[in-house]
């Protein structure tokens, strides 16, 4: 019998923050802080590598642009980041619907 999980809850948050257009990495910070009543607030660290394998796996592609004076590198989902965004979407819907059905029981 397979067993349900899910991992992953940092690498669907980056793709969910840029699924509105491009961002650099302290605006995503920010984006996900904001939007989640600053309940993650995640350190430039951790989030950095992630955004780094991500486009590795090319499901973001980067490049640097001038924002407010200041050199940065921005993010954005590629054709296939998009893909990614919507299939773990789905993976995480169906994984919260699991818990709380024996939450509720």
């Not at 650099?24 to 989640?36: C, K, L, M, P």
């Not at 590198?73 to 818990?99: I, N, P």
């Amino acid at each position: 019998m397979a067993r349900e999980q899910f991992s992953g809850h940092l690498d669907l948050l980056l793709l969910a923050a840029l699924r509105s257009g491009p961002l650099h990495g302290y605006a995503i910070i920010d984006h996900i802080r904001s939007t989640s009543g600053d309940r993650f607030d995640y350190a430039e660290g951790t989030v950095y590598p992630a955004l780094h394998r991500l486009e590795g796996d090319g499901l973001l592609r980067s490049k640097w642009k001038d924002v407010d004076g200041r050199r940065r590198r921005a993010y954005e989902l590629t054709a296939q980041g998009k893909k990614a965004l919507d299939g773990r979407r789905r993976d995480w819907e169906h994984f919260a619907a699991s818990v709380q059905a024996v939450l509720n029981q």
